[in-house]
Structure formats: C-alpha cells, structure tokens
C-alpha cells in the first residue's frame, strides 16, 4: 500500500504507539484525523508533524454514540478515509478474583469494544476506499495468558480472533486487515493502569516498577515496524524479539509455556 495522500484514522494517538503511528504515517505522507481521550496529547503528536493534513478529535472510544458520530466529524476535514488504526487501549492490574465486574467491562468497553464499533462505524468509508487498511492492536498478551492479566488478556485475545474472522470475511474486497501483536514497549500503559481496589500504594508502585523493567523497545520503533507492516500488507506483525520469542514458545507448548516462563523469570 502506498501511504502517500492517504487519510489515516489513528485512535490513541496522543502518546506511546498511537504517537509514534501517526507520526510515522506522515513522514510517508499521509493525511491524519488523530483521536484520544487526552486534548493535551493530542496537540503534542500533532505539532510535531508537518506537510500533511491534520486533525484533533477528542474521541472516548467506550462511548458508543461518540464513535458512531466520528466518521461525520472526520468527514468535516477530510474528504475520506482510507487507513484506521484501532490502537487505544487501556490496561487492569490483578488477579481474576479481586478485579470486579465492573472494571472487567471497563476495559473490555476501551479494548475490545472500541475495535469492534470504530470498525462498523468506518468500515462503509473504508469499502469507498480504491485501497484500504483496518489496523487492529492486539498485544504480546493475545498470543500469551500470564497470571494476574485476565481481563487484558482476553481483551486482546477477542481482538485478535475479530481480526482474523474479519479478515476472512474481507477476502477479495480492497480492504486488508492487519492484527498487531507489540511486545515491551516503552509506553505509559503500566504506570496509567487501573489497580483493584484494595491494592497499596507499595503494591501499586511495586507491579508498575516490574511491569515498567520489561518495556523497553522505543515506541518510534514500534510505529515504524507497524507502518512498514502496513506498507507490506502483512496480515499479522510481532513487534519485539520478546515478543516473537514467546509467540514461538506458545506455539512449542501451548500450555506448558506458562510454567517454562515463570522458572525463567524467577530464575534471572
């Protein structure tokens, strides 16, 4: 796919991979709309992009209706849409039991269900297209199921499998579908991740620190390998050796890995 010209939707855009996304988009000339929850952020990834179109749209992606009116707001400054990058998202520390109902839905309302409705909301702008691309971000955690990541693991599970039962029913149109499987990257998601209730501050401070220690890849890298992936029209992309390390691990032992992964880490 040629980005050039191009109008790209990009969720999350505000920091971390979001950023980096859009940024890498442009400097291959493509045209942004850039949605996040956060104005401020919003306006940094925007000002330090130059020579495409850009707008800002303040976009909560759990509100059904705010998702459903986006596609027109888009519309107002650009004259279509040809890319959407489904990369928001958001992350719940704790174990099944002492996370709650409610913060389970939280979650599953920004990571699963903003994917699912941003892409019926622009997929009518997407098939107008001559060529265009769906970007879904999974994460390492829909290939493997660590304790103590339930609800963000299956979160990004359902993502990937709506990818790829979505890709399939795509098959022969002009729109491909890619899935995104990131490894540590070096975001704020740990350090922004809701706790349930009951965790201490010490305990609070101690699993972001531990969580923090395994991002390390730059989120610039991870938005170029994503572009590039793009580029390619590669149907799934695995950003990290991290990642790809245990993407294969997974598949060498689909149970047994997880046992095998905590000797490892509690080894080093």
């Not at 998601?189 to 991002?215: H, V, Y």
Request: positive net charge; aromatic residues 4%; hydrophobic residues 50%.
């Amino acid at each position: 796919m040629s980005l050039q010209g191009r109008t790209a939707v990009v969720t999350g855009a505000g920091s971390g991979i979001g950023r980096a996304i859009a940024l890498s988009l442009a400097r291959r000339g493509a045209h942004l709309a850039l949605a996040d929850v956060n104005t401020a952020g919003l306006a940094e990834t925007a000002a330090q992009v130059a020579g495409v179109r850009v707008s800002q749209h303040r976009l909560d992606v759990a509100d059904r209706d705010a998702v459903a009116a986006f596609p027109n707001a888009v519309l107002d400054d650009h004259p279509g849409v040809d890319i959407v990058v489904n990369n928001a998202g958001v992350a719940l520390g704790g174990t099944f039991e002492q996370v709650s109902e409610a913060d389970f839905e939280w979650l599953f309302g920004v990571n699963f269900w903003g994917v699912v409705r941003m892409t019926r909301a622009f997929l009518p702008l997407l098939r107008a297209s001559d060529d265009a691309h769906l970007v879904n971000l999974s994460s390492l955690y829909g290939l493997i199921s660590p304790a103590g990541q339930t609800a963000y693991s299956a979160s990004k599970f359902a993502v990937r499998g709506f990818s790829n039962a979505l890709r399939a029913e795509l098959k022969g149109t002009r729109i491909a579908v890619t899935v995104v499987h990131p490894g540590g990257v070096a975001t704020k998601i740990a350090r922004n991740a809701r706790l349930a209730q009951g965790t201490s501050d010490a305990e609070a401070e101690a699993g972001r620190t531990r969580a923090e220690k395994l991002l390390r890849m730059p989120p610039e890298r991870a938005g170029e390998i994503i572009v590039a992936a793009m580029e390619r029209g590669a149907p799934r992309v695995v950003v990290g050796g991290d990642a790809k390390i245990l993407a294969l691990l997974e598949r060498i032992a689909p149970i047994g890995h997880a046992g095998l992964l905590a000797r490892i880490t509690r080894g080093r």
